[in-house]
């Protein structure tokens, strides 16, 4: 008689059908969050969706805010491989800016997810809602105007723009993607050209 | 024996009442949508806030949409109310735009509506969905962006700000209004001096 599978190999395949199960429901939710908000999520739902057992995804996530919690994280994830990786083979500065507001474009047209970038689908719902999960979103917020204003410090400094106040045009520049993502969803047939002049007004040399 | 009312004033009484109703329906809808959106409406909900019977505002608003396209038109003329008709004293040009911003800054920072703004509050909720509620929150936009465009354009040909693309300025000018509710509504200490300070560098003298 043959030998079963080693307990070790148990344990790794469950393992495996966990992340594999747990990968499956957070694609699920974060393209239900980015059309109908992180207060859209349910397990019901997911289990609907996915095809998968209500009680296997309770099991995986617990609690409906772990879940979001989930969700945010997942969908940072994948903005970051959409945006901020691919744009890390252009030189710091102008280059790497222009980089990232290509990418950025490409995720907010295309889009990544169905209902558009996903920090500004979510953040209205959230930010009268102090907690846990406002709080992974302003997280969020802030690593990518902190990335916007260090691109645009190290311009400056390379003399590629004028000297200017990096938080404050990060701040405008995140501001005006928002308002392009909107406009996108809109089917504002000017948003992304309008985008792209306004960035461009703020990246003009010396 | 006295006579009774007559039946024009009874009718009168009746309208009145049904105007009453709705005023009061439409206060808590539009408190309620600045936190949970406009999918947060029902007809339970809002008779339970205001101790309302739920017969009576469903025949006052016969449908979901219908309300909430009544939440957005409320919304807007409280808008109006609190930042547009107060600036109206003000000169057209740079005047007009200070005292927009002034009073779109208290009603933001009140707020006026518990959830902030009430346009950035919905338009992410409503931005992947067509149909006339999206429709409502568009035009109401456009409006605003409209109205800073009209009082830059004044300001550059009275000479007191340098000749600039209006509707670019307009709409930049929004997204950081809209940017800095978010902003405001995470308890940013800096956000309305730098909204201040955003607006200002598109008000420098020529």
Partial sequence: MESGPH????????LLRGARTRATV??????IASLDGLDGLSFGRLAADTGLSKA?????FRTKEALQLAAVDHARDRFV????????????GVARLRALLDHWMVYAET?????????????????SKPGPV????????????????????????????AELDADL???QIDAVLCATNTALRLGDPEAAAR????VEGFLRPL
Same sequence: chains 1, 2.
């Fill in 195 to 198: 985008a792209h002049r306004i």
């Fill in 111 to 127: 889009p990544l997810f169905p209902g558009g970038c996903f920090r500004v689908a979510t953040m209205a719902e959230c930010d």
């Fill in 81 to 92: 491989e959409a945006v901020v990786e691919p744009a890390r083979s252009a030189p710091h």
């Fill in 7 to 14: 307990a070790a190999e148990i344990t790794d395949k469950r």
């Fill in 26 to 31: 957070l694609r699920q939710a974060v393209d």
């Fill in 134 to 161: 406002r709080d992974a979103l302003f997280r969020d917020q802030r690593a990518w105007v902190g990335l916007l204003a260090r691109e645009l410090r190290s311009a400056a400094s390379a003399g590629e723009i």
């Fill in 56 to 60: 296997g995804i309770q099991t995986l």
């Fill in 169 to 171: 045009v990060a701040f």
